[in-house]
């Protein structure tokens, strides 16, 4: 690996005031940061040291983490979602990979962070993503929409809280005939001519 992650690491502490809870090592490398500083340590990473890829951004519930089992939730106390980004440091010549590191931000309730596209074009379609299946949302984006549901869908179907045997309606084609229900025949592959 060509980056000295820990001079990285001592920027990023600096920048948020606080060493930053880490773990992992190498390429497997995660921060933690506070939500208000994610935007702020995601354009750092991209300006002074090369992180030019935003390769994932997803989410996770942890409510009701270890309900059953009694474990403590690595939740800090408020907090249920935590955004996780992955970035990736490729080499602009040669398109190889020099570093790779993934940040952590824990979001009280469905407020997140301000929105990383401005930084990463890509980030517009993931936080979609993030929004559609989670509820969270980012403080910047107040008109986002749908990505993998149907604009007529209810809720955010990832949420630990989401009605397991909850029904949606189904939907047709907005000026169609409504769509018959598929049977189990027309689910068996067939030769066709």
């Known amino acids: 690996m060509s980056l000295e992650l820990s001079s990285v690491k ?25 939500a208000a500083q994610a935007h702020g340590a ?33 939740a800090p106390a408020g907090a249920r979602f935590k955004l996780v980004y992955r970035l990736s440091a490729l080499d602009p010549a040669t398109g190889l990979l020099n570093a790779r590191l993934a940040l952590d931000a824990w979001v009280d309730g469905d407020a997140g962070p301000v929105s990383a596209g401005d930084l990463f074009p890509c ?46 309606p189904l939907i047709g084609p907005p000026d169609g005939p409504p769509r ?9 592959p067939r030769i066709v001519e």
């Open 123 to 168: 980030a517009d379609w993931l936080e979609r993503e993030v929004w559609d299946m989670f509820g969270v949302s980012f403080s910047d984006r107040p008109d986002i929409t749908r990505i993998l549901m149907y604009p007529e869908f209810v809720g955010h179907p990832l949420r630990k809280d989401y009605p397991i045997k909850k029904r949606q």
């Open 42 to 74: 995601l354009e750092r990473l991209k300006s002074r040291h090369g992180f030019n890829m935003l390769a994932d951004l997803t989410c996770v519930d942890l409510q009701g983490f270890g309900k059953e089992t009694g474990a403590p939730s690595p």
């Open 10 to 34: 001592a920027d990023l502490d600096a920048f948020c005031g606080a060493p930053l809870a880490a773990r992992g090592t190498g390429f497997d490398t995660v921060w933690t940061v506070p």
């Open 180 to 188: 018959e229900r598929l049977t189990e025949a027309d689910l068996r």
